[in-house]
DNA sequence: CGGATTTGACCAGCGC
DNA sequence: GCGCTGGTCAAATCCG
């Protein structure tokens, strides 16, 4: 996976050079004073090297070095973006895994499903990224055989509390087949099947919190033996919500909340606004702000920071 | 007219 | 065994 295609690291070092001799641009000093870094002052250390401009070589040698240095910082980005999506895939991989062990074998329906909530999203992002499926459309009307247990993940999806429809646009298409009131919620759950492909076992079951009106829970049983078509759906659904579901493992490791307000999306036509290619904004807020936090705790990052930018400066010079 | 949704009936698991 | 409950079916209805 290429990293770079979901956060954008690039530290945008193209300072306008017109600019070198007047002021550090206050986007940049901000940024970095935001970052936690010491306000530095870029004409102190453009006048600080006015004594050796004579000294031709002397600039070239430390233009050599900063570009060295540079370099050197994009090398450690990229060891760095490896290194995450490594641990990434293996975070993946042992949910998955630890997902099939706790699906495994059960004799019981309901008491499986109980049991069975090994994935937990707090949506934004939910889970309709799938790609491999365990069980088929007549496994699921037979749940007394000795089947896998298809996967389950739930998903809150925050909405307007006026809002009656049970419908969580997730990228896929669904048909409601039932709905039912239960026990311990007076507002009615709906059951959906997923018919973008007809032998898909993906079944869906949408009911309001009981905590929070406002909050959708959406829970989905088995995985989807087909790419997603978000794109039909934006086509055919006539909510106005959108959620792309990303593929990030529903962590139940991690468990960490992220709620997604859709009443923003509501007001807007534009699809591609909520569109992700695999984070949410907060996700991707969240990673590059893990990011910038670790490492601008290294003093020799900061150093090489500053180098950089004062190096860029001189070069655009 | 065909596909999607609604809704009451039915079935099966589970606890007592 | 019985009643409660969740899940599914399928006829009726709606809607584009």
Not at 18 to 39: A, I, Q
Not at 118 to 140: A, F, K, L, P, R
Not at 217 to 230: D, F, I, L, M, R
Not at 248 to 275: E, F, H, Y
Request: aromatic fraction near 4%; charged fraction near 30%.
């Amino acid at each position: 996976m290429d990293c770079s295609s979901w956060i954008n690291t690039s530290l945008d070092l193209n300072i306008n050079p017109l600019r070198v001799h007047e002021e550090v641009p206050k986007e940049v000093e901000s940024k970095l004073f935001s970052l936690g870094m010491p306000k530095f002052n870029v004409e102190e250390c453009w006048e600080s090297k006015r004594p050796v401009k004579e000294e031709s070589s002397d600039l070239e040698e430390e233009l050599k070095r900063v570009t060295a240095e540079n370099k050197k910082l994009a090398e450690m980005l990229s060891v760095v973006c490896e290194n995450y999506n490594t641990l990434r895939s293996h975070l993946m991989e042992y949910t998955r895994k630890n997902g099939e062990k706790e699906t495994s074998p059960t004799s019981k329906k309901r008491k499986s499903e109980s049991s069975n909530n090994n994935s937990i999203c707090v949506m934004g992002t939910n889970n309709g990224n799938s790609e491999s499926s365990s069980t088929d459309e007549e496994s699921c009307k037979k749940p007394r055989e000795e089947t896998m247990k298809p996967k389950v993940s739930r998903v809150y999806v925050r909405t307007e509390a006026s809002d009656t429809t049970l419908i969580v646009k997730d990228g896929y298409q669904w048909r409601k087949y039932g709905q039912k009131v239960t026990r311990d919620n007076p507002c009615p759950r709906a059951y959906f099947k997923c018919s973008f492909a007809p032998s898909c076992p993906v079944k869906k079951k949408v009911q309001r919190s009981v905590d929070d009106q406002s909050v959708l829970v959406a829970t989905y049983e088995g995985e989807h033996n087909h790419p997603q078509a978000s794109s039909q759906m934006e086509a055919t659904s006539g909510s106005g919500r959108s959620v792309t579901i990303a593929s990030v493992p529903c962590a139940a490791a991690t468990q960490t909340l992220v709620t997604l307000d859709l009443k923003k999306s509501k007001g807007s036509n534009d699809s591609k606004s909520t569109k992700t290619k695999v984070d949410t904004p907060k996700m991707q807020q969240v990673l590059v702000e893990q990011m910038a936090t670790s490492l601008t705790t290294d003093p020799n990052f900061r150093a090489a920071l500053v180098a950089a930018i004062s190096g860029r400066l001189l070069h655009n010079n």
